[in-house]
Protein backbone atom coordinates (compact mmCIF):
# COMPACT_ATOMS: atom_id res chain seq x y z
CA UNK A 1 0.00 0.00 0.00
CA UNK A 2 1.17 3.57 -1.43
CA UNK A 3 1.43 5.98 1.73
CA UNK A 4 1.28 9.48 1.79
CA UNK A 5 4.68 9.55 3.03
CA UNK A 6 5.69 7.20 0.49
CA UNK A 7 4.29 9.63 -2.29
CA UNK A 8 6.10 12.03 -0.60
CA UNK A 9 9.37 10.89 -0.72
CA UNK A 10 9.21 9.15 -4.32
CA UNK A 11 8.01 13.09 -5.62
CA UNK A 12 11.31 14.40 -3.46
CA UNK A 13 13.20 11.66 -5.25
CA UNK A 14 12.22 12.42 -8.51
CA UNK A 15 12.16 16.41 -8.12
CA UNK A 16 15.92 15.59 -6.91
CA UNK A 17 16.98 13.59 -9.96
CA UNK A 18 15.77 16.46 -11.80
CA UNK A 19 17.77 19.04 -10.21
CA UNK A 20 20.58 17.12 -10.56
CA UNK A 21 19.94 16.51 -14.25
CA UNK A 22 19.41 20.16 -14.88
CA UNK A 23 22.52 20.55 -13.10
CA UNK A 24 24.44 18.13 -15.34
CA UNK A 25 22.99 20.07 -18.13
CA UNK A 26 24.25 23.06 -16.63
CA UNK A 27 27.71 23.12 -18.01
CA UNK A 28 28.41 25.59 -20.41
CA UNK A 29 30.03 24.43 -23.61
CA UNK A 30 32.98 26.12 -24.99
CA UNK A 31 35.69 25.46 -27.52
CA UNK A 32 39.43 25.09 -28.61
CA UNK A 33 40.62 24.64 -32.13
CA UNK A 34 44.21 24.78 -32.50
CA UNK A 35 45.99 24.32 -35.79
CA UNK A 36 47.05 21.40 -35.31
CA UNK A 37 47.19 18.50 -32.68
CA UNK A 38 51.18 17.19 -31.85
CA UNK A 39 52.50 20.52 -32.16
CA UNK A 40 53.71 21.28 -28.53
CA UNK A 41 52.78 24.84 -28.70
CA UNK A 42 49.36 23.57 -29.04
CA UNK A 43 49.46 20.83 -26.55
CA UNK A 44 50.21 23.44 -23.97
CA UNK A 45 47.40 25.57 -25.02
CA UNK A 46 45.50 22.46 -25.07
CA UNK A 47 46.31 22.06 -21.06
CA UNK A 48 45.68 25.28 -20.33
CA UNK A 49 42.14 25.50 -21.38
CA UNK A 50 41.66 21.70 -20.03
CA UNK A 51 43.09 23.10 -16.59
CA UNK A 52 40.81 26.53 -16.78
CA UNK A 53 37.49 25.07 -18.11
CA UNK A 54 37.97 21.92 -15.45
CA UNK A 55 38.17 25.08 -12.69
CA UNK A 56 35.19 26.73 -14.25
CA UNK A 57 33.00 23.88 -14.59
CA UNK A 58 33.06 24.28 -18.15
CA UNK A 59 32.05 21.17 -20.78
CA UNK A 60 35.47 22.07 -23.30
CA UNK A 61 35.37 21.06 -26.67
CA UNK A 62 38.80 20.84 -28.32
CA UNK A 63 39.43 20.29 -32.05
CA UNK A 64 42.44 20.55 -34.10
CA UNK A 65 43.31 20.49 -37.65
CA UNK A 66 45.02 17.96 -39.95
CA UNK A 67 48.28 19.80 -40.64
CA UNK A 68 48.71 23.47 -40.61
CA UNK A 69 46.81 25.40 -43.23
CA UNK A 70 43.93 23.22 -42.94
CA UNK A 71 41.07 25.83 -42.78
CA UNK A 72 38.60 23.54 -44.00
CA UNK A 73 38.78 21.25 -40.56
CA UNK A 74 38.42 24.57 -38.51
CA UNK A 75 35.27 25.41 -40.71
CA UNK A 76 33.60 21.91 -39.52
CA UNK A 77 34.96 22.17 -35.77
CA UNK A 78 33.22 25.81 -35.72
CA UNK A 79 29.72 24.36 -37.49
CA UNK A 80 30.05 21.51 -34.41
CA UNK A 81 30.15 23.93 -31.80
CA UNK A 82 27.20 26.32 -33.34
CA UNK A 83 25.27 23.30 -33.52
CA UNK A 84 26.38 21.77 -29.83
CA UNK A 85 25.19 25.74 -28.63
CA UNK A 86 28.02 26.63 -27.22
CA UNK A 87 29.02 29.78 -25.47
CA UNK A 88 31.82 30.81 -27.17
CA UNK A 89 35.37 29.37 -28.50
CA UNK A 90 38.92 30.21 -29.01
CA UNK A 91 40.78 29.67 -32.03
CA UNK A 92 44.00 29.48 -33.48
CA UNK A 93 43.41 30.20 -36.86
CA UNK A 94 45.30 28.09 -39.95
CA UNK A 95 44.11 31.09 -42.46
CA UNK A 96 43.92 34.48 -40.85
CA UNK A 97 41.34 35.13 -43.62
CA UNK A 98 39.74 32.39 -45.24
CA UNK A 99 38.26 31.41 -41.77
CA UNK A 100 36.58 35.00 -40.80
CA UNK A 101 33.12 34.18 -42.96
CA UNK A 102 32.55 31.13 -40.52
CA UNK A 103 33.61 33.19 -37.61
CA UNK A 104 30.74 35.79 -38.24
CA UNK A 105 28.52 32.86 -38.64
CA UNK A 106 29.20 32.25 -35.20
CA UNK A 107 29.44 35.35 -33.50
CA UNK A 108 25.66 35.93 -35.40
CA UNK A 109 24.61 33.15 -33.91
CA UNK A 110 25.38 34.43 -30.41
CA UNK A 111 28.90 32.74 -29.94
CA UNK A 112 32.09 34.45 -28.48
CA UNK A 113 35.23 34.09 -30.54
CA UNK A 114 38.17 34.64 -29.36
CA UNK A 115 41.39 34.26 -31.27
CA UNK A 116 44.57 33.12 -29.81
CA UNK A 117 48.20 33.58 -31.56
CA UNK A 118 47.53 34.44 -34.44
CA UNK A 119 45.47 37.36 -35.69
CA UNK A 120 42.21 37.51 -38.18
CA UNK A 121 42.57 39.77 -41.33
CA UNK A 122 41.10 42.09 -40.19
CA UNK A 123 41.60 41.45 -37.21
CA UNK A 124 38.34 42.63 -35.73
CA UNK A 125 36.88 39.84 -37.13
CA UNK A 126 36.95 37.89 -33.77
CA UNK A 127 35.72 39.57 -30.54
CA UNK A 128 38.78 39.54 -29.01
CA UNK A 129 42.54 38.40 -29.73
CA UNK A 130 44.46 37.30 -27.35
CA UNK A 131 48.34 37.14 -28.05
CA UNK A 132 51.78 37.83 -28.33
CA UNK A 133 52.48 40.86 -29.51
CA UNK A 134 54.64 38.61 -32.82
CA UNK A 135 55.62 41.86 -34.18
CA UNK A 136 57.54 42.93 -31.60
CA UNK A 137 58.83 39.33 -31.11
CA UNK A 138 60.26 39.33 -33.73
CA UNK A 139 61.95 42.66 -33.70
CA UNK A 140 63.56 41.47 -30.59
CA UNK A 141 65.35 38.65 -32.80
CA UNK A 142 66.09 41.21 -35.62
CA UNK A 143 67.51 43.88 -33.66
CA UNK A 144 69.38 40.91 -30.94
CA UNK A 145 70.64 39.74 -34.40
CA UNK A 146 71.90 43.09 -35.51
CA UNK A 147 73.46 44.02 -32.38
CA UNK A 148 75.67 40.65 -32.59
CA UNK A 149 76.65 40.65 -35.81
CA UNK A 150 77.65 44.86 -35.38
CA UNK A 151 79.69 46.41 -38.40
CA UNK A 152 78.60 43.01 -40.11
CA UNK A 153 74.85 43.17 -40.46
CA UNK A 154 75.29 45.78 -43.59
CA UNK A 155 77.08 42.71 -45.49
CA UNK A 156 74.55 40.10 -43.72
CA UNK A 157 73.09 37.25 -45.78
CA UNK A 158 69.80 36.27 -44.43
CA UNK A 159 67.91 33.18 -44.98
CA UNK A 160 63.73 33.59 -43.81
CA UNK A 161 62.35 30.05 -43.10
CA UNK A 162 58.65 30.99 -43.19
CA UNK A 163 55.41 29.15 -42.34
CA UNK A 164 53.20 28.92 -45.21
CA UNK A 165 52.40 30.38 -48.76
CA UNK A 166 49.29 32.14 -47.95
CA UNK A 167 51.32 33.87 -45.23
CA UNK A 168 48.69 34.20 -42.41
CA UNK A 169 49.26 36.96 -40.12
CA UNK A 170 51.42 35.16 -36.95
CA UNK A 171 53.86 34.67 -40.51
CA UNK A 172 54.38 38.19 -41.88
CA UNK A 173 54.18 39.69 -38.21
CA UNK A 174 56.94 37.97 -37.16
CA UNK A 175 58.82 38.07 -40.42
CA UNK A 176 58.62 41.90 -41.13
CA UNK A 177 59.31 42.42 -36.80
CA UNK A 178 62.61 40.89 -37.83
CA UNK A 179 63.63 42.68 -40.20
CA UNK A 180 62.46 46.04 -39.10
CA UNK A 181 64.52 44.86 -35.76
CA UNK A 182 67.29 43.88 -37.89
CA UNK A 183 67.13 47.36 -40.35
CA UNK A 184 65.40 46.07 -43.66
CA UNK A 185 62.73 48.10 -45.50
CA UNK A 186 59.80 46.71 -45.41
CA UNK A 187 57.24 47.27 -48.42
CA UNK A 188 53.80 46.02 -48.15
CA UNK A 189 52.95 45.48 -44.33
CA UNK A 190 51.22 42.81 -45.01
CA UNK A 191 53.35 40.48 -46.95
CA UNK A 192 56.46 39.47 -47.24
CA UNK A 193 59.03 38.84 -50.39
CA UNK A 194 59.09 42.01 -51.85
CA UNK A 195 61.94 43.55 -50.55
CA UNK A 196 64.56 44.83 -52.29
CA UNK A 197 67.75 44.42 -49.19
CA UNK A 198 70.72 42.20 -51.05
CA UNK A 199 70.89 41.02 -47.47
CA UNK A 200 67.91 38.80 -48.33
CA UNK A 201 68.77 35.64 -49.44
CA UNK A 202 65.36 34.35 -49.59
CA UNK A 203 62.05 32.56 -47.99
CA UNK A 204 60.59 29.13 -47.91
CA UNK A 205 58.01 27.68 -46.26
CA UNK A 206 58.28 25.28 -43.27
CA UNK A 207 54.99 24.00 -42.63
CA UNK A 208 56.55 25.23 -38.61
CA UNK A 209 57.97 21.55 -38.88
CA UNK A 210 61.40 20.38 -38.37
CA UNK A 211 61.40 18.32 -41.66
CA UNK A 212 59.94 21.41 -43.15
CA UNK A 213 62.99 24.01 -42.06
CA UNK A 214 65.20 21.35 -43.02
CA UNK A 215 64.32 21.10 -46.39
CA UNK A 216 63.78 24.46 -46.90
CA UNK A 217 67.21 25.28 -45.22
CA UNK A 218 68.75 22.82 -47.82
CA UNK A 219 66.97 24.88 -50.73
CA UNK A 220 68.11 28.11 -49.32
CA UNK A 221 71.82 27.20 -48.99
CA UNK A 222 71.78 25.99 -52.76
CA UNK A 223 70.80 29.87 -53.60
CA UNK A 224 73.30 31.59 -50.71
CA UNK A 225 75.86 29.19 -49.47
CA UNK A 226 77.16 31.73 -47.54
CA UNK A 227 74.48 32.59 -45.48
CA UNK A 228 75.27 33.84 -42.02
CA UNK A 229 72.12 34.55 -40.52
CA UNK A 230 69.23 32.10 -40.47
CA UNK A 231 65.79 33.66 -39.07
CA UNK A 232 62.54 30.79 -38.62
CA UNK A 233 59.22 31.16 -37.97
CA UNK A 234 59.62 28.73 -34.85
CA UNK A 235 61.42 26.23 -33.18
CA UNK A 236 60.53 23.17 -34.86
CA UNK A 237 62.02 24.67 -38.24
CA UNK A 238 65.42 26.13 -36.56
CA UNK A 239 65.97 22.55 -35.48
CA UNK A 240 65.01 21.28 -38.96
CA UNK A 241 67.46 24.18 -40.71
CA UNK A 242 70.14 23.49 -38.08
CA UNK A 243 70.45 19.70 -39.54
CA UNK A 244 70.83 21.19 -42.95
CA UNK A 245 73.65 23.66 -41.61
CA UNK A 246 75.12 20.95 -39.95
CA UNK A 247 75.23 18.51 -42.92
CA UNK A 248 77.29 21.17 -45.09
CA UNK A 249 79.86 21.71 -42.10
CA UNK A 250 78.18 25.36 -41.05
CA UNK A 251 76.86 24.28 -37.72
CA UNK A 252 80.43 25.74 -36.48
CA UNK A 253 78.79 29.17 -35.11
CA UNK A 254 79.17 31.13 -38.49
CA UNK A 255 75.35 31.18 -38.95
CA UNK A 256 73.39 33.07 -36.33
CA UNK A 257 70.43 31.36 -35.84
CA UNK A 258 67.12 33.25 -34.49
CA UNK A 259 63.38 31.60 -33.19
CA UNK A 260 60.25 32.28 -31.96
CA UNK A 261 58.35 29.90 -29.53
CA UNK A 262 59.83 29.42 -26.03
CA UNK A 263 59.40 26.07 -26.24
CA UNK A 264 61.45 24.06 -23.53
CA UNK A 265 63.15 21.85 -26.82
CA UNK A 266 64.06 25.65 -28.09
CA UNK A 267 65.28 26.63 -24.86
CA UNK A 268 67.92 24.07 -24.32
CA UNK A 269 68.74 24.71 -28.11
CA UNK A 270 69.47 28.43 -27.37
CA UNK A 271 71.64 26.51 -23.89
CA UNK A 272 73.15 24.59 -26.14
CA UNK A 273 74.28 26.84 -28.74
CA UNK A 274 72.21 25.95 -31.74
CA UNK A 275 69.87 29.03 -31.18
CA UNK A 276 71.60 32.15 -30.83
CA UNK A 277 67.99 33.83 -29.42
CA UNK A 278 64.76 33.50 -29.09
CA UNK A 279 61.64 34.83 -28.43
CA UNK A 280 59.20 33.34 -25.95
CA UNK A 281 55.48 33.36 -25.69
CA UNK A 282 52.93 31.81 -23.48
CA UNK A 283 50.60 29.72 -24.81
CA UNK A 284 48.90 28.62 -21.36
CA UNK A 285 48.52 31.98 -20.26
CA UNK A 286 46.33 32.42 -23.56
CA UNK A 287 44.17 29.83 -23.25
CA UNK A 288 43.29 29.59 -19.58
CA UNK A 289 42.73 33.82 -20.24
CA UNK A 290 40.06 33.04 -22.86
CA UNK A 291 38.39 30.31 -20.98
CA UNK A 292 38.03 32.79 -18.55
CA UNK A 293 36.85 35.19 -20.49
CA UNK A 294 33.92 32.95 -22.30
CA UNK A 295 32.89 31.82 -18.91
CA UNK A 296 32.72 35.45 -17.58
CA UNK A 297 30.35 36.31 -21.42
CA UNK A 298 28.30 33.15 -20.26
CA UNK A 299 27.94 34.95 -16.88
CA UNK A 300 27.25 38.37 -17.62
CA UNK A 301 27.55 39.17 -20.93
CA UNK A 302 30.84 41.25 -21.16
CA UNK A 303 33.50 41.06 -23.71
CA UNK A 304 37.03 40.91 -22.82
CA UNK A 305 38.79 44.32 -23.83
CA UNK A 306 42.45 44.36 -25.56
CA UNK A 307 46.00 46.28 -23.87
CA UNK A 308 45.73 50.16 -24.11
CA UNK A 309 47.35 51.44 -26.88
CA UNK A 310 46.93 48.01 -28.90
CA UNK A 311 44.52 46.00 -31.02
CA UNK A 312 44.86 42.84 -29.11
CA UNK A 313 45.14 41.88 -25.42
CA UNK A 314 49.08 41.31 -25.07
CA UNK A 315 49.83 38.00 -23.62
CA UNK A 316 53.53 38.85 -23.55
CA UNK A 317 57.04 37.70 -25.16
CA UNK A 318 60.53 37.89 -23.81
CA UNK A 319 64.00 37.16 -25.54
CA UNK A 320 65.53 34.32 -24.23
CA UNK A 321 69.61 34.63 -24.21
CA UNK A 322 72.75 33.69 -22.86
CA UNK A 323 74.58 36.11 -25.09
CA UNK A 324 72.52 39.43 -23.84
CA UNK A 325 73.14 42.35 -26.33
CA UNK A 326 73.17 46.06 -24.71
CA UNK A 327 69.94 47.82 -25.34
CA UNK A 328 67.59 44.46 -25.71
CA UNK A 329 66.11 43.36 -23.09
CA UNK A 330 66.14 39.76 -22.10
CA UNK A 331 66.14 37.20 -20.14
CA UNK A 332 68.87 33.99 -19.67
CA UNK A 333 68.16 30.50 -20.73
CA UNK A 334 68.02 29.83 -17.01
CA UNK A 335 64.85 31.77 -16.49
CA UNK A 336 63.75 30.79 -19.76
CA UNK A 337 63.67 27.26 -18.63
CA UNK A 338 61.45 27.69 -15.59
CA UNK A 339 58.87 29.58 -17.81
CA UNK A 340 59.03 27.36 -21.15
CA UNK A 341 56.87 24.90 -22.35
CA UNK A 342 56.42 21.85 -24.04
Known amino acids: MVTLKHLKIALAGIALSGLLAGAAQAADVVGLITKTEGNPFFVKMREGAQAKAKELGLDLRTFAGKFDGDNDSQVAAIENLISAGAKGFAIVPSDSSAIVPTIKKARDAGLLVIVLDTPLDPIDAADATFATDNFKAGELIGQWAKGTLGDKAKDAKIAFLDLATNQPTVDYLRDQGFMQGFGIDIKDPKRYGDEDDPRICGHEMTGGAEDGGRTAMETLLQKCPDVNVMYTINEPAAAGGYQALK ?10 VVSIDGGCPGVKNVQAGIIGATSQQYPLKMASLAMEA ?18 FFDTGAALVTDKPVEGVESIDTAKGLELCWG
Open 247 to 256: AVGKDDGSVL
Open 294 to 311: IDKFAKTGEKPQPTEGKE
